[in-house]
């Protein structure tokens, strides 16, 4: 019984060694090996030959291109360009790299040199800078499938114009596009499409410091030029500038700063240091502001929508230091009127016109005796009737309500403080609605 069960237990180890299992398998990355010797090696594959048109007529390379957007680092406006890093991806059809997957066994091929194979010639038209990345390795493969179908991925960081129209900054849109165009075959050789399905892709939680991206739109942008025509195509994203910084940065700073202009209304006249002080700085303040704001803005040839909100705030403090200069010389002019007054007293005045030669009349002996007409005249009555017309015509018309409210102030100066109290303000705030009205509802003009 124990003898059997032995050789049973022997010849069960024997079956089951590792070696014994692995006898009769083929090693697969040997074959692939193989395969690209087969369909790469010298004389089989010529880079430079670019492939044939679908189903193997003469026609153009079709070649499919998507893309995903990684990150989006800045939008510069005063440069008038943008930064983004993107995975690149192509996709075309070369039945010469065609290879037997044994019965699906190898998916695909793997390569990390672009050039042994033919590769479009693509470039970005509106490029400023670029550089691939090669940490740790190079970031690209190229992947050869059964069919034929090559696949080539390269994650790339580029720098790109970006035209803005600024005309309604910082309440504008601006549409930034990405030009991708063929450089040397014409669309009789070689043309550019859109995959199908979803071209672009963009990372979910994208986060820039002042722009929202709305939306993204595909096209395309084939070209004329006299060698021929190249096909192009273009990607455009549409980014809208975040208000609530400049709300706080620019809006609301150069209101206070108007505010502040108008407590030069409040104080007094004879207050001149003070009203000098508060007038030149609320202004050299508002031109300082000024100044940081278009730095940071390229000088362009159109006036803008901050241009218009700056220009007008710098203008009421401009006139509220210019109402102090009115005050002062109304202040000197209601000083010399007083002066006036002094010198010739109004009582004199009063009793030199009291007397009335017509009221009596002077005896020889100088005393005075009052004669009544026994007989009245038609021409007296007339003449009575003449004085009461006259009597009416004169008695003082009846003050409104304005009139009646500044005659409470004394002063030419003092009622030019009081009404630049009200006026400024008024006038403010209509120039706030007819602002807002115009540059919040306006049709947005994005760049091109």
């Given amino acids: 019984m124990w003898p059997g069960a032995f050789s049973l237990l022997v010849l069960l180890a024997v079956l089951l060694h590792p070696s014994r299992c692995t006898q009769g398998k083929v090693n697969f990355r040997e074959k692939e090996k193989q395969v690209l010797d087969n369909i790469l090696g010298p004389g089989r594959y010529d880079a430079r030959i670019r492939p044939s048109g679908e189903n193997g007529t003469d026609g153009p390379a079709i070649v499919r291109v998507n893309l995903f957007v990684r990150s989006i680092a800045t939008i510069s406006d005063i440069k008038m360009e943008y930064s983004v890093q993107l995975t690149f991806r192509e996709q075309w059809l070369d039945e010469r790299l065609r290879f037997n997957d044994f019965g699906g066994r190898l998916k695909y091929l793997t390569l990390t040199e672009a050039n042994r194979v033919w590769m479009p010639d693509l470039f970005f038209a509106n490029e400023k800078e670029g550089h691939f990345h090669n940490i740790i390795m190079p970031n690209v493969y190229i992947r050869i499938f059964p069919d034929g179908f090559v696949l080539y991925s390269i994650r790339i960081s580029l720098t790109l114009s970006c035209p803005m129209n600024l005309k309604l900054y910082p309440l504008d849109r601006q549409i930034c596009s990405l030009r991708m165009a063929s450089y040397g075959w014409t669309t009789a050789d070689l043309v550019f499409l859109w995959k199908e399905g979803d071209p672009v892709q963009v990372v979910k939680n994208l986060h820039l410091p002042r722009f929202t991206l709305e939306k993204f739109l595909t096209d395309y942008c084939n070209s004329k030029t006299n060698t021929g025509e190249y096909s192009c195509l273009k990607v455009d994203l549409l980014f809208k500038r975040e208000f609530s910084y400049y709300l706080i940065q620019i809006y609301i700073p150069c209101c206070m700063l108007v505010i502040v202009s108008w407590v030069s209304f409040w104080l007094d006249q004879s207050a001149v240091p003070a009203r000098v002080s ?33 220009g007008v705030c710098l203008t009421f403090v401009f006139g509220a230091l210019l109402e102090f200069a009115l005050v002062n010389y109304a202040s000197r002019s209601d000083m010399h009127s007083d002066n006036i007054k002094k010198q010739f007293p109004a009582s004199e005045m009063e009793h030199s016109s009291s007397i009335d030669p017509s009221s009596e009349l002077l005896e020889p002996d100088g005393s005075a005796s009052f004669a009544m007409p026994l007989v009245r005249h038609p021409e007296d009555s007339m003449s009575m009737e003449k004085l009461r017309q006259c009597e009416i015509h004169m008695q003082p018309r009846k003050k409104n309500c304005c009139r009646s409210w500044l005659s409470k102030f004394p002063t030419r100066s003092k009622r030019i403080d009081v009404i630049s109290r009200i006026f400024f303000p008024i006038v403010f705030a209509f120039f706030n609605l007819t602002y807002w009205s115009t540059y919040l509802f306006r049709e947005e003009e994005g760049g091109e």
């Fill in 278 to 310: 508060l007038g030149v700085t609320t202004l050299l303040t508002m031109a300082t502001q000024t100044s940081g704001i278009n730095a940071s803005l390229p000088p362009v040839s159109y006036t803008k929508a901050i241009d218009v909100w700056t």
